[in-house]
């Protein structure tokens, strides 16, 4: 499949920014000391995360320095918002990453330049809830961006609100799920049960839509669609009952966060898998 590189990048990329949304907004409501904690190692794991789907988006290209050309789209092209929109999210998340590690007078004494940068960041007022809500913000922003990449005219399948709500979902179940394996739990799971609440919810109406359109198509996408709606419903089956019963259950939630993905990855190919042009 040509698009597989898109497929992960769009799906670790609303994982991440799911991710950073949840931890912006738990900071703003709270700063006690055990949830900073969970919200910088949240940040930490989101970079990684956004950073992978970035060098596997790149294989897209047929060549990585490609993606510098998207500087010459900002404004005009989607996709080079898209793209920009999430190098600035990867920036914020980054600067807040650093500024949470070098903040903290017994830390980071072997990169001192870095602390310099830190201390000139330290005398913008409000700096750490500043980048937190800047977070929630181009999180948001970003995923906008990808729909405004596919939703487009000439793509009846993808040209319709469906599209927003697969990837803003995709956003809510990944982050929720990313963030109740490092403590998040309560927040992480209001943001997951609304996600899977959501895709379980409009399926069968989603399928008659496409099903209209291109039904060749969309009958192709049915194992597809199935397997993501069982592996979402399983994965919030695994943590409810974990959240209920068990005191530490990090493998159990890995384990959900696993199925999850698993299940996201299979709504998008088949979202790939629906690009038609009537000729």
Not at 97 to 119: C, D, E, M, Q, S
Not at 227 to 245: E, H, P, R, S, Y
């Amino acid at each position: 499949m040509h698009e597989l590189p898109l497929v992960f990048f769009t799906i670790f990329g609303q994982m991440g920014a799911g991710a950073v949304l949840i931890a912006g907004l738990c900071y703003l409501i709270s700063q006690e000391p055990q949830r900073l904690i969970k919200i910088e190692r949240i940040n930490i794991a989101a970079l990684i995360i956004m950073a992978i789907g970035m060098g596997i988006a790149s294989l897209h290209l047929g060549h990585p320095l490609r993606a510098l050309n998207v500087i010459f789209g900002i404004g005009r092209s989607p996709m080079s918002n898209e793209i920009f929109s999430f190098g600035v999210l990867f920036g914020i998340t980054f600067v807040n990453v650093l500024h949470a590690y070098f903040t903290p007078p017994n830390r980071g004494n072997k990169f001192a330049w870095l602390k310099k940068i830190v201390l000139k960041l330290n005398q913008i007022p409000a700096i750490t809830k500043l980048l937190a809500a800047l977070q929630v913000i181009v999180s948001v922003f970003f995923v906008w961006m990808i729909v405004a990449t596919y939703m487009l005219p000439t793509v009846k399948n993808w040209d319709t609100p469906y599209t927003a709500m697969q990837m803003y979902t995709s956003m809510l179940i990944l982050g929720g799920a990313l963030v109740i394996p490092f403590g998040l739990r309560r927040s992480g799971f209001i943001f997951f049960i609304v996600g899977i609440a959501a895709v379980l919810i409009t399926k069968l109406s989603y399928i008659g839509f496409v099903s209209q359109i291109t039904p060749d198509l969309a009958l192709a996408q049915h194992s597809f669609w199935y397997l993501q709606c069982g592996l979402l419903a399983l994965a919030l089956l695994i943590t409810f009952v974990a959240l209920l019963k068990v005191n530490k259950a990090s493998g159990i939630y890995i384990l959900s966060l696993i199925l999850a993905l698993a299940g996201e990855l299979c709504g998008r190919i088949a979202f790939y898998n629906l690009w038609a042009i009537p000729m």
